[in-house]
């Protein structure tokens, strides 16, 4: 994937944090800011996309709600 150069101004105190981050893991600031900055985008899209699927599910009328399986609740993340 093609990348771009982006700048931005952000508090002395998370540059100081990035410095930090930086020195531990040999990796560079550019390269940790990049990584929060694509999961806070991660996270945020997950919201929505809940947000989006609770509104769509709020609209059923219930009738037209199919549950294709029983779910075992027990048996996920086994």
Do not use: P
Request: charged share 35%; aromatic share 6%; with cysteine.
């Amino acid at each position: 994937m093609a990348e771009i150069q982006m700048n931005l101004r952000i508090e002395e105190s998370l540059d100081h944090r990035l410095d930090v981050l930086a020195k531990k893991t040999g990796r560079s600031k550019a390269f940790s800011a990049a990584e929060a900055t694509e999961g806070f985008l991660d996270d945020c899209e997950d919201e929505f996309l809940a947000r989006d699927a609770l509104s769509e599910f709020r609209s059923l009328d219930g009738s037209s709600m199919v549950l294709h399986e029983k779910i075992s609740w027990d048996s996920l993340g086994k």
